[in-house]
């Protein structure tokens, strides 16, 4: 085994221990929108799953079973904390990072993969965050990776099987389509197209035969065959982000300048050697660059709906199928042009590890001192029950806390903690400490939240947007509340 052989392993060693290092500092507070779905979906099914899929809708929270069977798997074993929820997108990260080691033709190569892998912002941030698109970005990123070697049939079965499990994880997975229209076209043209169908017919078949197992267990579970895609289709303007009735304007950004811009602000340094595999990759490998523009495309001008035309919107975490395949790409464009364009010039080489590194750093760093104060609240409120004979009252300022409060006790609330709705305010039990949260950022228009803040209530803790307060008349809160 050669030298370089054995310094790009420890440099994937190396990468993979940083990886998750910088999980670790870079937990966040749970957010309250489809990631805590996810998790009160996953505990669901570790608790009571037929109860679960039996009461599930045809949202995409509950459809996409790829993430939340592994989680419920993983609560089941080791209970629900913060750690835990986000290890699937750990463990995307850490499998993006391995596929690009691999997809790397040569040691130099491999070791650039490894650099731009864990200098790229995106995968780290999103790897401390539980959502779909970083693992599905992930299986997508394997399939491909099996698809590049076709030679053998059962790549290519390994390449079905783990696109139906992206697929299984989120719909964004059918963006990998037009590179496996890539691998047939340039395979007939190779050899021909009777020799191309042997090559694929057993994943044809494969394909099939999932293709039919899941919607036969669609109709088992939801009644109908057809339920994910009717999901979707159901949600068409009814998303928060929806184009629908936007201005010419709004559609021109979204449709022109806002994708590339994006791109820009996510992935920086690592877009300049990117952008030299149009020229620098060729061969086998233009499969990668193939699959870094296709899904780049398909974010810029796709739809999320096929019944009417329905842009994704400009957040990062939509565009993340395509982050792989750019790391791939620029390491491969890095090994060829070193010996091109640095060689004569070696300050453009140091100049462009700086233009990666020292961005990263900063934003690590900073991962270092986020504050998480919902965290933090809900553990003075774990403090304050750890006396059986204390109830406490938590009067939620919008519809989230309740959810919340049941997330960060393990969706195991003890007995001695009551939730109660601001908009709603129940009876309260006598001799009981009444504590009020709010988010003033994100309940700002909400009026209980405005009554709450105008009463000027003790706070007990605050953070950035985040209050948590000690109420001490509960008769005062009820007529402030009572006036709204």
């Known amino acids: ?78 209970g629900v904390s913060g750690f835990v929820t986000n290890l ?99 395979d007939v043209r190779a050899t021909d197209l009777r020799a191309a169908l042997r090559r694929y017919a057993p994943s044809i078949l494969v394909g099939i035969a999932l293709a039919a197992g899941y919607l036969a267990l669609c109709a088992a579970l939801w009644g109908d065959p057809f339920a994910r895609f009717r999901g979707i289709q159901d949600l068409t303007y009814a998303h928060g982000w929806t184009m629908h009735d936007k201005s010419a304007s709004e559609w021109l950004a979204r449709l022109g300048w806002g994708p590339p811009v994006m791109l820009f602000k996510m992935f920086r340094g690592l877009l300049a050697p990117a952008l030299l595999a149009i020229w620098l990759v060729r061969g086998r490998e233009a499969i990668w660059g193939v699959a870094a523009l296709s899904m780049a495309l398909l974010f810029w001008f796709g739809s999320s709906s096929a019944t009417a035309y329905e842009p994704l919107p400009l957040w990062p975490r939509m565009v993340l199928p395509a982050l792989p395949f750019l790391i791939i790409v620029a390491a491969i464009a890095a090994d060829r042009g070193l010996d091109r364009i640095v060689r004569r010039r070696p300050a453009v080489l140091v100049a462009s590890l700086l233009v990666l590194v020292v961005p990263a750093a900063m934003f690590y760093a900073g991962m270092a001192r986020r504050p998480r104060p919902e965290t933090t ?86 953070q950035q947007h985040l209050r948590l307060y000690d109420v001490d008349d509960v008769p005062r809160l009820r007529a402030a509340l009572d006036q709204r």
């Open 88 to 186: 699937p997108c750990l463990a995307a990260a850490v499998g993006i990072l391995v596929v690009a080691y691999i997809a790397a033709p040569t040691p130099r190569a491999k070791a650039f993969a490894v650099v731009f892998g864990v200098t790229c912002a995106p995968l780290v941030r999103h790897a401390a965050t539980l959502n779909v698109d970083l693992p599905c970005a992930a299986m997508i990123a394997w399939s491909i990776l099996c698809l590049s070697k076709r030679d053998r049939p059962r790549w290519l079965v390994a390449a079905i099987l783990t696109w139906f499990a992206a697929f299984l994880i989120k719909e964004t997975a059918i963006w990998a389509a037009p590179i496996w229209i890539y691998a047939v076209v340039i």
């Open 1 to 78: 085994m050669s030298g370089r052989v054995v310094d790009a392993r420890i440099a994937l060693a190396i990468g993979i221990a940083l990886v998750i290092a910088l999980y670790i500092i870079g937990q966040v507070d749970m957010p309250p929108d489809d990631p805590l779905y996810y998790a009160e979906f996953a505990r669901d099914i570790a608790l009571h799953p037929g109860e679960a899929f039996a009461n599930a809708s045809t949202y995409p929270w509950h459809m996409r079973i790829g993430l939340t069977l592994p989680l419920a798997l993983l609560y089941r074993v080791f």
């Open 377 to 462: 609240a809900f553990g003075m409120l774990r403090d304050e029950l750890a006396d059986p004979t204390r109830t406490v009252v938590l009067v939620c300022g919008d519809r989230w806390f309740p959810t919340l409060a049941r997330y960060h006790f393990g969706f195991e609330p003890p007995t001695n903690l009551l939730l109660a709705s601001a908009s709603d305010l129940p009876p309260l039990p006598a001799h009981a400490i009444v504590w009020a949260i709010v988010d003033t950022e994100r309940s700002a228009p909400i009026p209980e939240v405005l009554q709450i803040e105008a009463l000027h209530l003790r706070p007990l803790f605050a």
